[in-house]
Structures are given as C-alpha cells and as structure tokens.
C-alpha cells in the first residue's frame, strides 16, 4: 500500500507456537521509503521474502534496486528475515547501537530474551554495517530524507523516522495498542519516547508495527492511547503487588491478565517482561 509519494506499507501476519498447542497470532508492518535511493524498514520474520519484495514491486522497483535494510530495533519479527533479505539485495544494513548485540548474535538475543518461537522467527545473525544516531538524516534523494529519532523504551535502541516531507511518522514499536499485549523493557523510557513523538508538528501519516496506518485525529488519539495503556498497566501491576503482597512477576502477572482482557496464553516471556519493567520502576520510585 503507498500512503505517501515516498512512502509504502504492508502488513506481515504470522503465528508464534506459545506452548505444545496453542499459537499466538501475531500482525507486524514493514515499510519500504524511495527516493533516487529505496531503504526497506524492518525485514518481518523469517521465510517471508516474498512478502517483502510484493511490498518492493508495488513500488515499481526489484529487490536487487534496494540499497539499504534499516532495522528499527533487534526483535524476532523486525530482524528475521534480515538474512534472506540481504543476500537477495546486497543492500547494507543500519540500526541503533543499543540493539547491535542481539542483531549480531541472535543466540545471546534468545539467551537474554527467549521469545517463544524465536528460532522459527529468525534466520540467523546479520551484521551491521552503519550505526545510526539520534538527530540524523538519511538522503535517500529526489527530497525524500528520513530523520533518525532515538524512542528506547520498547528495546534498549528502538528507533522511529519522520519523513518530514510526506509528514508520515514511522514509529515502529514504540506505541502500545489498547487490548494487545504490552511489550516494552522500560516504562519510563517509553512514556519519554511517546512524549518526543507527540512533540512532531504536522504528522498527517502515523504508521505503526503493530496497528493500521492512522490519518488525521486517530494520530493523536493514538499516541495518547498508548501511553494509557503503559499509565493503566502500571496502576494493575501495583494494585495487584499491594494485594497480594508479592512482587513475584509470574504471580503479579497472572493477577492481571483477567484486568487486561486476556488470555492465559499471554503470560509469556514478552509479557512478562513488562510486568517485570512496571516493578522494577515502583521499587525505584520507592
């Protein structure tokens, strides 16, 4: 889908096996910017190369046209395909020094975060040949430039990028979505990061990993939405710290699952990272 004269987005569904019989379905959007140069953001998960280069032929280009792969952050379903998708492109690789590890060796990624599924989600270790930093542009030419804007909070270097002339904000994973499950390492960091991206003036395009693109007022009315669910999450997680006198993540976690809608299959490593996330930030506080 082309939503901007740059800019072009699709959506990559595919499931993660949670326990012997039971798969999370889960929806990530990739992107693909164009200039006189094209920059794909994000590479979905392994073994869907096809959907990638639909999403790159729609734009009247072939994937041995794309010069370069910027990874909005280290996760299974943005880094995954990276492999395949390198080797079809030769395109060069870019991502936030933050995340460079677990990009790099996607075996210590899976000993710090074991991610149900993650060796089905991912290829295998891509290296990274340009660090990008807070503040940059990227030129792709023919005034289609992306700036680089550091939103940690999700992962440790969680990247969004402001395509300033079609005013289309891409923001990755940086936006929880009310009824999905919460994802994010550090509370803090994702309210400041959900703060700095309500501070662009004149998105007229929000495109998000984990929701439909969003025009108008559904782009405030998003951002504002995330970080209520980040604020409301934080009140159930101290609510049920305080009542059942545990900081126990797996106890506190399950105590909340039936506020948030849902379903046991949820209490999962992601998920519980996060609830570990809200806990860490109360003792600190304290």
């Not at 270790?125 to 030129?139: A, H, M, N, T």
């Not at 700036?147 to 300033?164: D, M, N, Q, R, Y």
């Not at 994702?190 to 004149?202: A, C, D, H, K, P």
């Not at 976690?253 to 806990?279: D, K, M, Q, W, Y």
């Amino acid at each position: 889908m082309q939503v901007s004269e740059h800019v072009y987005t699709d959506e990559l569904q595919f499931g993660v096996q949670t326990r012997a019989e039971q798969t999370l379905e889960r929806v990530v959007y990739f992107h693909l910017v164009c200039g006189r140069e094209a920059a794909q953001i994000d590479a979905g998960v392994a073994g869907r190369l096809d959907n990638l280069a639909a999403l790159v032929r729609s734009s009247g280009r072939e994937l041995a046209q794309i010069d370069r792969l910027i990874l909005s952050h280290g996760h299974p379903d943005h880094i995954g395909g990276a492999l395949a998708f390198r080797r079809a492109t030769g395109c060069s690789v870019s991502a936030h020094r933050g995340d460079l590890q677990w990009i790099e060796d996607v075996k210590q990624q899976y000993s710090e975060r074991p991610v149900p599924g993650f060796h089905h989600l991912v290829q295998g270790s891509v290296q990274v040949d340009y660090l990008l930093e807070d503040g940059e542009r990227i030129d792709l030419g023919d005034d289609s430039q992306l700036h680089v804007i550091f939103t940690p909070g999700h992962s440790k270097g969680h990247l969004a990028f402001w395509h300033e002339r079609d005013r289309v904000l891409i923001a990755g994973d940086s936006i929880p979505v009310p009824g999905q499950i919460p994802i994010y390492d550090d509370m803090l960091a994702s309210l400041q990061s959900l703060t700095r991206l309500e501070s662009i003036q004149g998105i007229e395009v929000l495109l998000s990993s984990w929701d439909t693109p969003k025009r108008g007022d559904e782009i405030p009315l998003a951002l504002a939405q995330g970080k209520e669910v980040i604020r409301g999450m934080h009140r159930l997680v101290l609510s049920a710290r305080d009542c059942l006198r545990s900081s126990d993540v797996t106890t506190v976690g399950r105590e909340i699952l039936p506020e948030l809608g849902l379903p046991e299959s949820a209490l999962n490593p992601l998920f519980l990272r996060t609830v570990e996330a809200h806990l860490r930030a109360a003792n600190s506080s304290t």
